[in-house]
Every structure is written in C-alpha cells, then in structure tokens.
C-alpha cells in the first residue's frame, strides 16, 4: 500500500535504509522501500547496495545522473503502490511512528492532498566552518512548523519528506525542463495548488544532515537563479520574493544602477556569508544581484 521512495546521489544512506526497514515491519499496510541510484560514485553505491540487498530493499542503479526531477519521476514510476512518501537521502528518521503518521493522513484524506512533514536541524553547529552557512540557513528558514508553514504554503513545500496519492503524481510530473539545481520542488507544489490540489502541512519532520560547503551553497544558489528565471519567464505568476524585488527595480529604473553598485561588492558579500554569523538579508540581496544580471 506505501512505497518509500529514496533518490540516491553520493551519499551514504545506510542508516535511513536499516531504520526505514525496522519502521516498515511495524505498520499495518503492505509497505516497500525503493531506491534508485542517481549515477553516485561507486563507493556510495558499493555501501547503499550491500545495505539494500541485506534488508530486502528494492535498489536499482541508473548509469548516470539523470537529475531532481527526474529521478522523482521515475520513482513514482517505479513504485508498487499508490501511496507515496518521498525521502532525500541525507534525511534521518525523527520519530518511530513516521510511516504511520503520514498512512494516517493519507487514508484520511483520501488520497486527495499532498501531505509535507517538514524539516528540522540539530541546534548545535557542525563541526566544519565551510558547512556553517548551509546549516546556518536551514535552521533559520527551513525549520518551520506546520502552523507556519501553512501560512506560506507551497512556498514552503520541499521535496525532501512528503507524501502523495501516486496517481496525482504520475498526472502532474516534476517538470524534467529544469537542468538547474533549484525550484522543481516549489514550482511543482504552486503547479498542484493551481490544480485544486490542496498542501498539508504537518508535523512529521525528518532531521536534514547533508549540509555542503559555503562555496557549493553559493554556487548551487546561482543555479536556482537560473532555475527562477526559466520558469518565471514562462509562467509570471509564479512569484517569489526575488521576482517581485525585481520587478519593483525595473518599475523604478534602478536594475542596472543595482547591478552595478552590487557587483563591487560581491567579493565582500561573499566573503562574508563564507564567515561565522552570516547575514541572511546579505544573502537575500545576492540572490536579487544573481537573478537581475540574467
């Protein structure tokens, strides 16, 4: 009845399989874990297969990297059963109940609604002072709880622990045009919402634990500008706090003066999102620099 679905890229996920294959003998309902490897180096996939394999997971490996959208897409493909739940790969489990939480949901509700547990981050730092900005970020913006979230609602919606109806789904597929890192998540959840297809949010949170250098962040980030500006030119209505700045500097007359006073600044901006305490309103503006110069 549930198929746990694991897009798998250079990462060790060991730890969430065995916990996911201890949980899934709890539940009442026929459950399976599917795994797809997203064309991972062959030291992640040597550890993830072993781990599949001595648990009973399904796994397959794709011969190379396909990308976010879709490797979901084919999940949803792949899968046995019509109730999904989507996990990334470097999520770890929070609560003993997870499946259940989110089998109750989805019997409730029919199989009408996509259904977001959230995020959550350990408080404490990590270790690593190139891994700070990341953890920096998700702790103050992607930590949210389902009243908040609510509030936003598909601006809130990621990828990384949701569940769905599979039909909905294979009718509405992640949006394979995207080649950038960045947006298939929000843009599917604003394309589901348009549809009539309602976004609950609850408290069903997986810890995030994969956290990357400040420099791949920044540069990751500069591709989901990219990402932005290919679906916005399509469908201006899919608005976000970085197209409306953008369209209040064009209304004003001040993009060009904005880019060329940002860009002498850009090396300072950088340099200090890299540091301890970065400001998140300095990013803010990075990401408005990034997108105007396209």
């Keep these: 009845m549930v198929?746990?679905?694991?897009?798998?890229?250079?990462?060790?996920a060991t730890v969430l399989i065995s916990k996911l294959a201890v949980i899934s003998k709890r539940v009442s309902v026929p459950c399976e874990i599917l795994c797809i490897d997203d064309g991972s180096d062959e030291h992640y996939r040597e550890l993830n297969r072993a781990c599949a394999e001595k648990y009973g997971v399904r796994y397959e490996e794709l011969p190379h990297n396909i990308g976010r959208s879709r490797i979901r897409n084919l999940l949803a493909r792949r899968a046995t059963y019509d109730f999904l739940v989507f996990l990334d790969d470097d999520s770890q489990i929070v609560y003993a109940d997870?499946?259940?939480?989110?089998?109750?949901?989805?019997?409730?509700?029919?199989?009408?609604?996509?259904?977001?547990?959230?995020?959550?981050?350990?408080?404490?730092?990590?270790?690593?002072?190139?891994?700070y900005l990341h953890w920096y970020y998700g702790y103050h913006r992607d930590a949210r709880g389902p009243e908040e979230r609510a509030k936003l609602g598909w601006r809130a919606f990621h990828t990384n622990n949701f569940a769905v109806y599979r039909p909905i789904l294979l009718k509405h597929p992640f949006d394979e045009r995207l080649v950038h890192?960045?947006?298939?998540?929000?843009?599917?959840?604003?394309?589901?919402?348009?549809?009539?297809?309602?976004?609950?949010?609850?408290?069903?949170?997986?810890?995030?634990?994969?956290?990357?250098?400040a420099e791949t962040f920044l540069h990751k980030?500069?591709?989901?500008?990219k990402s932005l500006k290919f679906l916005h030119d399509r469908y201006p209505s899919f608005d976000t706090p970085v197209t409306k700045w953008n369209r209040r500097l064009r209304r004003w007359g001040l993009n060009a003066l904005f880019i060329y006073v940002v860009r002498f600044a850009e090396g300072w901006i950088t340099r200090q999102l890299t540091r301890s305490r970065p400001k998140l309103w300095l990013l803010d503006l990075y990401k408005l620099y990034l997108y105007s110069r396209l």
């Design 3 to 12: 198929s746990v679905c694991i897009p798998l890229h250079n990462r060790n």
């Design 98 to 131: 997870y499946l259940h939480r989110y089998i109750e949901c989805l019997l409730s509700s029919k199989g009408e609604e996509v259904i977001y547990g959230g995020t959550m981050y350990y408080a404490n730092p990590p270790t690593l002072q190139r891994h």
């Design 181 to 213: 890192y960045g947006y298939e998540d929000t843009f599917w959840a604003w394309r589901i919402q348009r549809e009539g297809i309602p976004i609950v949010h609850i408290h069903n949170p997986v810890y995030h634990l994969g956290f990357e250098s």
């Design 221 to 225: 980030t500069e591709e989901a500008m």
